[in-house]
């Protein structure tokens, strides 16, 4: 039997279906968008924060056959709420260069958009992560917001460790925030309006502290769905890896 790659993807994700575990399944209400957290794409990691190549496609597939309109954070949240009900967000924290490799390609060829949370220190070096794994760069940031419609967010300059965010005081943070935007500001020719805290990290009062810096929707680890009462300030993401087969990611989303 003959198969293209899309109907590879598909049944691929089927075989791995077959292996599913029971998850939590969020109740989709109308709505409500599914704010999709990734890290790393990569078949030589394991770790929590890394997802086969072959299960993200199989996901995105998926997402394009049931009519999903991928958006970037900002667009999600500035859509009508009668718009929103087939609506999905796919965003990226740190920054990993395998982004161009997988993900870039799926996003072209289904038209979707996604939201990149960039560590500012780690722009075109190397995160040390079980292996050094290479982050994007300027250039390739600077093609990506122009060329392909992926928004660029902050994930922070230089506060992305547990340590350092056990540390910063307000002023540590509100000037480690500021550089961010300097330099975004100067590499792309804008700021950037979406912060994630690093590992969902953050108190109260730096809430404040990155309004004052310019970001206008901040990103959480913490679970549910965006929906027409959620605090921009306080948006929740879905934590997708290795651990969600096809079925399981259906089922996680909220979907039959």
């Known amino acids: 039997m003959n198969l293209n790659r899309r109907q590879f993807i598909v049944l691929s994700g089927a075989a791995l279906a077959s292996l599913t575990l029971p998850f939590r399944c969020l109740a989709a209400e109308r709505g409500t968008v599914p704010v999709l957290l990734y890290h790393d794409i990569s078949n030589q990691h394991r770790d929590p924060y890394t997802i086969a190549p072959s299960l993200f496609a199989a996901q995105l597939e998926w997402l394009h056959q049931q009519g999903y309109r991928v958006v970037t954070v900002s667009e999600a949240c500035a859509a009508p709420q009668d718009e929103t009900g087939r609506l999905a967000v796919i965003s990226f924290d740190d920054g990993y260069a395998s982004f161009i490799n997988y993900a870039l390609p799926l996003c072209k060829a289904y038209s979707f958009s996604a939201t990149i949370a960039v560590i500012g220190n780690l722009v075109g070096k190397y995160m040390e992560r079980e292996g050094r794994r290479p982050m994007l760069s300027w250039d390739e940031y600077r093609y990506l917001s122009a060329e392909c419609s992926i928004e660029i967010a902050c994930h922070t300059f230089g506060l992305h460790s547990m340590a350092a965010l056990g540390k910063p005081t307000v002023s540590a943070l509100a000037a480690d925030l500021f ?63 290795n651990k969600l087969d096809l079925i399981s990611f259906q089922q996680y989303l909220g979907e039959d």
């Open 179 to 241: 550089r961010f935007q300097q330099i975004i500001e100067h590499e792309l020719g804008k700021k950037a309006s979406v912060l994630a805290w690093p590992y969902g990290v953050y108190r109260p009062d730096w809430v404040d502290v990155a309004r004052q810096a310019g970001f206008t929707y901040l990103l959480t680890s913490n679970e549910g769905l965006l929906g027409p009462g959620t605090d921009w300030l306080a948006i929740p993401r879905l934590a997708i890896n």
